[in-house]
């Protein structure tokens, strides 16, 4: 088949392809994912029979899909890969580094492919010499030095695939005996919708003395590739190719319901079809396939991301109703109101079930972004001369899909830099007495309304001196009587970096101050504990979801805030004399043996009062964040309630302090206060 891009395939095709294509790029880019992944597991001392069967399963999937589309660049490259695969499970060569090494530069040599082809843009992709590779693989010959995957320009696009790989010729097709007579019709509509496959014809009119289906085949196509189209509409062991013999033929497409003369349909289905394959021909085409495959798509829906966050918003919206009812069915007598009441309460608990059915959806597994991080281990590690173990936990925890999306780079920003800072090479660990090999650790845990993900390392750990150095030669205030905690978090100023040279990888300052930026964009904090010698743990602290979440309100005068209830420690009345003032301007309250600042709302957001406004008796909310607690003065406690949260600065401007706002049962608009952003304003 000729290289076909997405555009050329559809405008060839009296039937639509195109509505098929986005499920298989999804499809592809899954199996290519899941194929990355066990090769770097792989075993290659003790490589497990399965395990070479699933990575062969992938790229024949793979391989499937681009040949019924026509993308035979696609098609090429897996073919190749399956025929070093195929020789590997079944031990006729075993794994070493290097083959993992031209598999996974496939890969991305795949990935390269089927952007172009999903219209992402991007120049042919040159894979000849990694063809070349494969080649020498798979016949047991050591290949040149490894190559570089190579764009070309479009004036030097290679040939396509398959017309290099065969010449025009003619084959003899058998299909039958067949279930479903009309199987038949799809496969010879095919030849109708792909330009490029080729010619096929009647032989006598389609039906042998016994019962099957013959036609002549004029194809530039491998039979690998068309045996791998009609895989979609007949099984394997109904399809035959022998070579063309020079019988008689009935010119034209062949057996169609609506070509005249054509035969009656074949309800017998007579006949035993002895599968005659070629001798030369190879024995994957018995590979095994997943048994519980069928289970699994049968329990699984692709659904755009646009429809679930239209169901999340109008879930907003039910949420802010149902709270304009129960505020506005309080002063209801509930003993003449009873049903109403009820039903109320009932829509009450199952709005709450039903938000949480809804945030589910959007909710995906921390293994989504732990699974990209071992080949780029791989890949660092190898360039910087170390050798690194990935240690991953608690993959099944699950985050927001926006938020997973959002702490990809920072995630991948702080493992470059254990690797690269933190991990030590082989000689230096050795040396102080570790094992050469070093371990990077990453883990994900629910905590409270929370997620925390740790990235941790056995390597040298940060040294309090060579901050400290560092800082001061950057004009930064530090003094010796900076605490630890204060002394790591020097890291996050813009610009600083303790690398001694520059490089590829890291050293230009640029990097843990972006890192810091946009996690706390996220309404996150972000943690950082050393022990020099021993390593380094950086705990990011993120909320679960920024669509709707649980929180307290408070009176201010007229005002009413929201304070997110996971930062919410406790609350109590002032009595008098318990605030104390500290220099001049700042007080703090004694809460058991210790001391945090309080916090007056009615100041910081100049909320207007009158004198017959001021409550007798003040409240103190307890609330942490980042590390420090601090004690917010209200007026009153109003009650706990789940809030739609909406985007102020998208909808106003940024305010200091204000993370975001919610509209309230009666349809005023609340603010939720930033309780971190509190925090640090009392640090300072």
């Keep these: 088949m000729g290289d076909m891009t997405t555009d050329s395939a559809s405008q060839n095709a009296g039937f639509d392809l195109s509505q098929f294509y986005q499920v298989f790029f999804e499809e592809a880019g899954e199996n290519l994912e899941r194929m990355e992944q066990m090769l770097l597991e792989l075993d290659l001392e003790q490589a497990d029979d399965e395990e070479l069967n699933a990575i062969f399963r992938c790229a024949h999937s793979v391989k499937g899909g681009a040949a019924t589309f026509g993308f035979s660049d696609v098609a090429e490259l897996t073919h190749q890969m399956e025929t070093l695969l195929d020789k590997l499970r ?136 068309l045996l791998d189209l009609f895989s979609f509409h007949v099984s394997r062991e109904e399809v035959r190719f022998l070579p063309w013999g020079g019988e008689h033929v009935v010119p034209g497409y062949g057996f169609f319901k609506d070509n005249p003369g054509a035969p009656k349909e074949d309800s017998a289905g007579c006949g035993f079809f002895e599968q005659a394959a070629p001798a030369a021909a190879p024995a994957r085409a018995a590979a095994p396939r997943a048994d519980n495959k069928a289970a699994t798509e049968a329990s699984t829906l692709r659904v755009s991301v646009d429809k679930v966050d239209q169901l999340i918003n109008l879930m907003g919206e039910l949420v802010i109703t149902q709270a304009m009812l129960a505020q506005n069915s309080q002063g209801l007598d509930p003993v003449l109101y009873q049903n109403l009441v009820t039903g109320l309460n009932a829509l009450d608990r199952n709005t709450r079930d039903l938000q949480e059915a809804v945030m589910s ?165 972000v943690e950082i504990d050393s022990a020099e010698g021993l390593g380094m743990r950086v705990a990011v602290r993120l909320p679960l979801t920024l669509a709707i979440m649980d929180g307290m309100s408070v009176g201010v005068g007229e005002e009413v805030y929201i304070l997110p209830l996971a930062s919410v420690v406790e609350s109590f009345q002032v009595e008098e004399n318990t605030v104390k003032t500290i220099g001049g301007s700042g007080r703090v309250v004694r809460v058991r043996e210790e001391y945090m600042p309080v916090v007056e709302l009615e100041e910081v957001f100049s909320v207007p009062r009158g004198a017959s406004d001021e409550p007798l008796k003040p409240i103190l909310v307890v609330v942490e964040a980042e590390g420090g607690r601090i004690a917010l003065k209200v007026d009153e406690l109003l009650g706990q309630q789940q809030v739609v949260v909406k985007n102020l600065e998208a909808n106003y401007r940024k305010v200091d302090d204000i993370s975001g706002a919610t509209i309230m049962g009666d349809g005023r608009v609340a603010l939720i206060l930033d309780v971190g952003c509190l925090v640090r304003s009392t640090r300072h």
């Design 90 to 225: 079944r031990h006729e060569l075993e794994p070493d580094n290097a083959m993992v090494d031209v598999l996974l530069a496939s890969g991305d040599a795949l990935r390269a492919q089927l952007a172009r082809h999903q219209g992402r843009g991007g120049d042919p992709v040159d894979t000849t010499e990694l063809l070349v590779r494969i080649q020498a693989f798979a016949r047991g010959e050591v290949p040149p030095p490894a190559p570089s995957v190579k764009i070309v320009p479009p004036s030097a696009a290679p040939a396509p695939a398959a017309a290099l790989s065969a010449g025009v010729r003619e084959l003899e097709l058998t299909l039958g005996p067949l279930k479903r007579p009309e199987v038949a019709e799809s496969v010879l509509e095919l030849f109708k919708e792909i330009a490029d496959l080729g010619r096929i014809e009647a032989v006598d009119g389609g039906m042998a003395q016994d019962g099957l289906r013959r036609f002549k085949v004029t194809t530039a196509s491998a039979e690998s590739e």
């Design 361 to 525: 959806i959007r909710m995906i597994p921390m293994s989504t972004v732990f699974s990209r991080f071992p080949r780029m281990l791989r890949d660092l590690a190898t360039k910087l001369g170390k050798k690194v173990e990935l240690v991953t936990q608690g993959e099944a925890t699950e985050l927001d899909k926006g938020l997973v999306e959002k702490i990809t780079d920072p995630l991948t920003h702080l493992v470059r830099n254990s690797c690269d800072h933190g991990i030590e090479p082989p000689a230096d660990r050795v040396a102080r007495g570790k094992p050469e090999t070093g371990t990077i650790t990453l883990s994900a845990s629910h905590q409270g309304g929370s997620i925390v993900i740790e990235v941790r390392d056995d390597g040298r750990g940060l040294s309090r001196e060579k901050l400290l150095k560092k800082a001061r030669e950057r004009g930064i205030a530090a003094p010796d009587t900076l605490t630890d905690p204060e002394v790591w978090a020097l890291i996050f100023e813009p610009g600083f970096s303790t690398a001694e040279q520059v490089t590829d990888v890291s050293g230009r300052g640029v990097g843990m101050d972006v890192v810091k930026k946009n996690i706390t964009a996220l309404g996150g904090t």
